[in-house]
Nanobody
Framework: QVQLVESGGGLVQPGGSLRLSCAAS????????MSWYRQAPGKERELVAA??????????NYADSVRGRFTISRDNAKNTVYLQMNSLKPEDTAVYYC???????????WGQGTQVTVSS
């Protein structure tokens, strides 16, 4: 059974840090592009960060709003993707979702999401 399970969300003060994890099961992430999305109340889901599969360059991409503060990484041996979030702002408050997508196929998986709240 294919699953993506996010963890690491919570309540943090502005300027603080969190590290999200996305553990995959039922498939291996090494040939998938892995991404983090977020959705704030009343807003559309948006791409936060993405990292390509090991078959291509692992060069990461970031939304302008998080570049320099967030870092996406992958550990193919652990079948896990991470999102390190530093210098958090109230506008980073959202549900964060993990996504796995394999190019040129219909394989596209989502996790259930983890809540991140940035507030004093």
């Amino acid at each position: 059974q294919v699953q993506l399970v996010e963890s690491g969300g919570g309540l943090v003060q502005p300027g603080g840090s969190l590290r999200l994890s996305c553990a995959a099961s039922g498939f291996t992430i090494s040939t998938y592009a892995m991404s983090w999305y977020r959705q704030a109340p009343g807003k559309e889901r948006e791409l936060v960060a993405a990292i390509t599969s090991i078959a291509a360059s692992a060069y990461p991409n970031y939304a302008d709003s998080v570049r320099g503060r967030f870092t996406i990484s992958r550990d193919n041996a652990k079948n896990t993707v991470y999102l390190q979030m530093n210098s958090l702002k109230p506008e980073d408050t959202a549900v964060y979702y993990c996504n796995a997508r394999r190019a040129a196929t219909s394989y596209n998986y989502w996790g259930q999401g983890t809540q991140v709240t940035v507030s004093s």
